[in-house]
């Protein structure tokens, strides 16, 4: 018996899910996209085993339908679904960021024998479309599901069984809860990137040193603000009470800052970095969380030129894929390094295993 998976919009989130589950025992993945040169790229790229312009197609007898487009558009994707001849026992659930509007969104919808359920799988990037797609993004991240009461049990289990293909870790959260702590720990980091990133552009119009002395550091901590516009737009509205509020929490941050340094307040600001450093201390380290982690490693290099080839190269024949390499000429703490950034772990520990085989002074 085949088990069919629909996926509603094949980009980031939905290629990299078609990834992990295309080719596993008995599962077909079927992409639906809303234009045609979309599903011409999707094809090209592989993701999915067949893909088609029509909802009908792709939904009717799906036994899992997910949707994986902007959050924006999830209601008009449920409603039309819900006008089409599910399969009995067919569970819809969605990839959004935010989860209490679809929840309340999908209890107006119903469909007899149909069941919707939430999701977020909390990993993912900067980047978008289905190029940045990778059977490797959730593994060991968290996938948030949103289950309502009346969701039975079984339905609940069999989405759950699905997804170990993700290898990631499934929690079980209520809508609400979900928004408010991923409202702080992802979508306001956003909205501070995007700001300070604005902010300093502004002060570059008038002097270019800004953007140059901005490389390294000033550029990865706001990594984030290179996210999609549209994806992100969809997901601030939508979170819009959570972040007026958190927002508002902010000010009062940044109040405090402004109040200690009008009163030259030098031991509220050393209280203010001993909080934070002890709470940070206690952060879990090296687990995928709802930003995603540079996996970083510093080498010391010899002044000579040729010498990102030579280690490019090196990691190459390893099959280790690097996704930045960059000479870093000064830093504080270790001088004349190169700096190598991978996507995930595992590249990282096998670089940096290799490296010092080579001989190489490997820092993290
Ligand atoms: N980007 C990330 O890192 C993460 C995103 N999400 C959520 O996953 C969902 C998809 O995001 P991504 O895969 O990053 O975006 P993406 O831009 O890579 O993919 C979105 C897909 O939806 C399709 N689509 C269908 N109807 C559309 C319409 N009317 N307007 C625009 N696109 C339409 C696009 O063609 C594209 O294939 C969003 O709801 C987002 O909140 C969840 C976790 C992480
Ligand atoms: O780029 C990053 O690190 C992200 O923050 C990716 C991301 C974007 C949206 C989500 O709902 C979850 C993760």
Redesign the pocket.
Known sequence: MTTKVAIFGVGLIGGSLALCLKGKPGITVIGHSHRPESMTRIMERGVVDAATLSMEEAACDADFIFLCVPVGNLESYLKQLTQLPLKQGCIITDVG?TKAAVASCAQGFSHPGVHFIGG???????RSGVDAATSLLFENAFYVLTPSPEVPEEAYVRLEQLLTYTRAQIVRVEPMLHDEI?GAI?HLP?IIAVALVNQVRDYNENNELYRMLAAGGFRDIT??AS?DPI?WRD?LLSNRDVLLSLLRDWNQEVGGFISMLEGMDGPGIEKAFEKANLFRSELPERRKG???SLFDIYIDVPDHPGIIGQIATELGVRKINLSNIQIIESREDVPGVMRLSFRNEGEMERAKEHLQTLGYTVHM
């Open positions: 960021s977020h799988p909390m990993a993912g990037s900067e991923v992802s956003h990594r984030i996210s994806i997901i709802a930003i995603t």
